[in-house]
């Protein structure tokens, strides 16, 4: 890239060559958005370039250090801490580069409609440098954290970015939506529910006809599939989602826009045990690793109907349907005593109650009581009595 | 339970305590079948107390020795080998009481219209027993085995018991079916499609208005997600199928099902590694360690589509789109050769020139030549000049 320092260049989307220009007019809201996003990451460079200045781009930095608990929006969030990666320095120019492959890439998809994986934009970024034997990527292990460095940047998810993850995840109730141009009455999606998409923002997702009171997310498939065969969500005016154990980003990014957009209230149903509580905390306030997606992706009023282990007595369960805990139980559930999130009274109450009887419990112990207690008697107890956490 | 010689009892389902009679004639064909063949092993037992014989139930032997490949059939079949399981017997009497309480749990399901996970089955039969501190089942690794012995001993599959595996596998396509009452339009499913249940059998799905000429199963999800993305089953009346991997139990009876009852042929596309050619070769005859479902599940005439180690060649992918066989590929590899249904002139010819080549190849390679490759060109060109193996 050859500094021209003559004619300075259109702010507009670059245009690559053997590539038609995209009419960024014609594009859906949303990636007309994210476009010009990508597209301003690139004018900004281009005009470093002009000025004869070495281009840089200034990324976020993605640390524990740098993330924080933001008390008044109750979420984990990322701080304002960043890094200059620089164009004109042995040890950052080949990443920046790759920044500006994947940049590239994703403009190319989000233009011509496509969404594909994480593993694919490796394959379609990779190419062999000039007549050496490198490689713009070795390694799918060095384009995934250059997507992270991009969404940051941009401030967009990766969703936004027309990438998807793993389709994980399940739903079936009083909701009708338009799922890529087709409506789907999640009243009437068979035994399996509606796969949930790993893009679920609202070009691709638009909530029709809601009759919901609230969303249950249910920590596992085959306890959810106890939901949806008793009709749960019928009988009680609901929708019933589930992510296959901790929820995958378009089960999260879903279970927030209907909080926000439909305003329903989120409960969440898991094992008692750290894991649970630990998808419990990652849908209310966003996890550590993932600091910068809270802000889309958190629902801070989320709450936790059990299992608690009060239930244990509270229902009568027989004791040989308990696990004892291991020590790496005990040390996860005091490791959560320390969190912030988790430092209120009735959380301090659970965890102390949890360790001190020295056992956990599944879903799927409550089956000791009858195949559908879960459904007819435990949870409609639960909320009738709003025995549950925040 | 003591041995009764006066009044012989009747061959109807079993009556415990505290739970209604079975109406059988109520029941589901499907359903009738199954709990008579459950009713038919408990009654047997019953005659044998009443003859004041020791209770016994002959369990077919699932090991490798009694397994072969019916070279008539084309699928990986269980042999005639059985074992007798007795009740009077110190090391048989416990595995023996289980048995008989799977067989009651199941027919409980059966009759209640249910189904739920073998998770759940395990805490649904796990009692203390008496006042001792023993309980029926210890560990779900307990009852599992017993389910597989049950499936075999009563020639009905898991899912004929109302047991469900997790929900893996998405479809979409030319086909309209019934999924637990609800009808559901395979050409209408959103980008995520219709999620496959566990469960699949007649009584469950129905097929109705089928417009397609094939079925496609792609190994991956992401991979999956392009064909649907680019509607390739509408431009080429087909129906879409992965199984995220290894495909589950309800993604292969469908296959299976379709086959048969659709007349549809099968392609199936994976990786051009050891793990590819795997998947395909349970798809078509089965494996050995579930060798008594192969009746119910195998696709004889699955066709294997791709990537094979010539598509390198024959669709000039680049280099650097390869993965360098490391040891344990190539002893797959060679192990496979050994295997009787890869013992055919054109599948030696495949893996070995695969072998020699040293590299395997995954789907998302092709998008080194642009992201709908696969799609546009790659499988058109296959299925057009008939290039599978079988």
Redesign the interface.
């Known amino acids: 890239m050859a500094a021209r320092k003559s004619t300075p260049r259109s702010k507009a989307a670059a245009e690559p060559k053997g590539r038609p220009r995209i009419d960024v007019e014609k594009l859906e809201p949303a990636a007309r958005k994210t476009v010009g996003r990508l597209a301003g990451l690139a004018a900004g460079v281009l005009d470093q370039v002009d000025g004869g200045r070495n281009p840089s781009v200034a990324i976020p930095t993605r640390s524990l250090a740098n993330t924080f608990y933001d008390e008044k929006r109750k979420i984990v969030q990322l701080g304002d801490e960043k890094i200059e990666r620089t164009f004109f320095n042995i040890s950052m120019a080949k990443k920046f580069m790759q920044t500006f492959l994947v940049a590239d890439a994703c403009t190319?998809?989000i233009a011509?409609g496509?969404?594909?994986?994480i593993?694919?934009l490796?394959?379609?970024t990779?190419?062999?440098l000039g007549e050496t034997r490198s490689?713009t990527f070795e390694e799918q292990e060095e384009s995934d954290p250059i997507i992270e460095d991009l969404e940051v940047t941009v401030n967009s998810l990766r969703e936004e970015l027309h990438l998807?993850a793993?389709?994980k995840g399940?739903m079936a109730g009083e909701l009708t939506l338009v799922?890529?141009g087709?409506?789907?009455d999640l009243r009437?999606?068979?035994?399996?529910?509606?796969?949930?998409?790993s893009?679920v923002e609202s070009d691709?997702i638009q909530f029709k006809k809601c009759d919901a009171q609230y969303v249950l997310l249910v920590e596992k498939?085959?306890?959810w599939?106890?939901f949806n065969?008793?009709k749960y969500w019928k009988k009680h005016k609901c929708i019933i989602v589930h992510g296959?154990g901790q929820p995958p980003r378009g089960v999260r990014r879903l279970l927030r826009r209907m909080n926000e957009e439909l305003k329903l209230p989120v409960y969440v149903l898991v094992d008692n045990d750290p894991w649970g509580f630990y998808i419990y905390s990652v849908v209310k306030q966003g996890s550590i690793n993932l600091a910068y997606e809270s802000m889309r992706m958190a629902v801070p009023g989320a709450r936790f109907v059990g299992l608690s282990s009060f239930d244990r007595d509270r229902f009568a369960l027989?004791?040989?349907?308990t696990i004892r805990l291991d020590d790496s139980d005990v040390s996860r559930t005091k490791q959560m005593l320390g969190y912030k999130w988790f430092d209120k009274p009735q959380w301090k109450r659970e965890l102390d109650h949890m360790i001190k009887s020295g056992v956990k419990l599944?879903l799927?112990?409550l089956?000791?009581k009858g195949?559908?207690f879960i459904t007819e008697e435990y949870l409609p107890r639960k909320l009738k009595e709003r025995d549950w956490l925040e």
Chains 1, 2 share one sequence.
Do not use: C, Q
Request: proline residues 4%.
């Open positions: 190319e998809l011509s496509k969404t594909t994986s593993r694919d490796y394959y379609m990779k190419h062999t490689n998807f793993s389709n399940s799922d890529a087709d409506t789907i009437r999606v068979g035994s399996g529910g509606w796969s949930v998409p893009i691709v498939d085959a306890v599939r106890r065969e008793d296959g027989p004791d040989n349907v599944e799927e112990a089956s000791a195949i559908s």
